[in-house]
C-alpha cells in the first residue's frame, strides 16, 4: 500500500505477442488508424445529424460479437502493457467513466477500465465496452472536467459504433482490425507513438488516406456527442475546448507531442468547433474536484525520480502556489511515508484527518504509516472501521486485505479475497493477492485456482491451463471442485483457440 502506483508483477514479464499479432505490428496502417478511433482535422462547419445504429441485421458487427472480441483484446493487451494496480487510482477512473456512460447515449453503458502505467498522455477506447486511460493523462489535464473531456470523447465514439461502420465502409474483417489496434496500443504504451508512426509504409498509403477521409464524420460526432455528455453530466462543456488547446500548446513546448495527439490531431479549426459547440450549451459553472487532485498527486509521485525530490516539489507547492492545497499536502505525506518517516508523514496529513476523517485516500495514508511502524492492529482496525461506514468500497477492500496480509493474518486476508474474488472477477489485481493468500493460508489448491485466474484475464492461457492441471490432479477425491476445474479448463482451451485464430 506504501506505493501508490505499485505494478503486479506481470506472469511472463510480458511475453512476445501471441501468434497473429506479430504480423499486426508490422502493418498498423489500418490498425493505428484505429487505435482509439483515430481522426483528422474537420473541414466541415455544418451541424452532424448522427445516424440511427442498426445490429448485425443492418451490416453492421453485432453487439455481442463486439463484446466478445473486446474480452479478448483486453486479456492479450494486458499481457503486454503494464497496468496499474492502485485500487484508489482505479476506482476513480471506474466512478468517473461510469458517472459520464450514466448521460451519454451508449446503449450498454457497462465499461470495462484499464489504467496504463505510463507517463504518455493517452486515451482510448476499443469496441465491446473497453476503456484505456494512461496516467499521463492526469498530469496534462489541470481539472476534473478537462480529464473528463477527453473519457467523454472516447465514450462518443463508442457510443456512435464508429468501429463496427469503419468495417462496414471499409468491408473489412474484424480480427486484422482489432489485431492493428492491439498492436499500435501497444505500441503507444511502451515504444511510443513515434515507433508505431514510423510501422505505416508507403504500400499503405491509399488505405490510410481512405481511412483519414472517412474518421473525420467520426470524429465530428464523437466531438458533439462529448460535449454533450459533459453538460448533461454537470460539467463544464467548456471543458472540451480547453483541453484541447493544452494538447494543441504541448506540441509547441514538448520534445514529443502526447500519444493522443498522434491518432486524434487537433488544430486551432477543430478547437474552434469545439467551443462553439459549447457556447450552444447551457451555461455550466466550471467545478473542480479535489479526488482528482489527490490522484494527480499519487501520479506525479510516482513519476518522480525519487521520494526525495518528490518531497522537495510538494513542500515547495504547499509553502507557496498549489492547484490544491490539500494534495499538496497529501502528496507530501505519500512521499514522507514512501521515505520510511512514518511520524514526519502523520504530522503532515493529520491536518487532513482532521478535517475528513473517514475519507478513504487519508485513511489509508494513516493506515500506512501504521504499517511501517508494524503496528498491525490499529492498521487493520482503522481500515475495518472505514470498510464498516463504506461497504464495497474498492480501496478500502483491498487496503484492508492487504494490511492482514502483512501483518500475517492470512486466513483473515483469505476470506476478504475469496469473497471479493466473486465481486470482482475480471480484476487481476484481486486474484493475484488471492493466490499469495491461499499459498501462505495453505490452501494448494486455491492458489493454483487463482493464479489460473489471474493468467486468463492476462491472456497467458499456457500458465493458466498449467495451473488447472495442477489443481484437478490434486482434487481427484473431491468431486465439486474437480468438475468445476476440469469445467473451466475446457472453456480456457477454447480462449487460447481463439486467441490463435488471431
Known sequence: MTDPQTTLPHPSDKLPLLHGFRTALTALGIGLLLAATPITASTE???????????????????????????????????????????????????????????????????????????????FAVPGGIMGVHTGLFLFAKNEDQFASVIAHELGHLSQRHYARSLEAQRNSTIPTLAGMLGALVIAATAGGDAGLAAITATQAAALDSQLRFSRKNEQEADRVGIETLAKSGRDPNAAGEMFEQMLKATRYYRRPPEFLLTHPVTEKRIADAKLRSQRMADVPPSDSRDFHLMRARIRLATEPTPQQAIKRFQAELDGISDNDDAARY???????????????????????????????????????????????????????????????????????????????????????????????????????????????????????????????????????????????????????????????????KMQEKAKEL
Open 45 to 123: 462547419s455544418e451541424e452532424i445529424r448522427l445516424p440511427k445504429l442498426g445490429d448485425s441485421t443492418s451490416g453492421l458487427v453485432s453487439r455481442t460479437r463486439e463484446k466478445e472480441l473486446g474480452q479478448m483484446w483486453l486479456r492479450i493487451f494486458r499481457s503486454q502493457v503494464r497496468t496499474s494496480s492502485d485500487a484508489l487510482l482505479q476506482q476513480y477512473v471506474e466512478k468517473t467513466v461510469k458517472g459520464l456512460a450514466e448521460y451519454s447515449p451508449l446503449e450498454d453503458k457497462h465499461i470495462d477500465v484499464v489504467v496504463v502505467n505510463n507517463e504518455t498522455m493517452n486515451a
Open 331 to 493: 502528496g507530501l505525506a505519500l512521499a514522507q511515508i514512501a521515505t520510511g518517516k512514518p511520524d514526519t508523514a502523520l504530522d503532515t496529513l493529520q491536518p487532513l484527518l482532521d478535517k475528513e476523517p473517514s475519507k478513504a485516500a487519508f485513511v489509508l495514508a494513516r493506515a500506512d504509516i501504521d504499517l511501517m511502524r508494524e503496528d498491525y492492529t490499529s492498521a487493520t482496525g482503522r481500515l475495518q472501521h472505514a470498510l464498516d461506514r463504506n461497504p464495497g468500497d474498492h480501496a478500502l477492500t483491498m487496503g484492508l486485505a492487504n494490511a492482514h496480509f502483512k501483518a500475517g493474518n492470512y486466513l483473515a486476508a483469505e476470506r476478504i479475497l475469496a469473497k471479493y474474488s466473486r465481486v470482482r472477477k475480471k480484476d487481476p489485481s484481486v486474484w493475484y493477492l488471492l493466490a499469495e493468500t491461499h499459498g501462505l493460508a495453505g490452501d494448494i489448491v486455491g492458489v493454483h485456482e487463482a493464479r489460473a485466474e489471474y493468467y486468463i484475464l492476462n491472456g497467458v492461457f499456457d500458465k493458466a491451463l498449467q495451473h488447472l492441471r495442477h489443481g484437478i490432479r490434486m482434487t481427484k477425491n473431491n468431486y465439486q471442485t474437480h468438475a468445476i476445474l476440469e469445467q473451466r479448463m475446457k472453456e480456457v482451451i
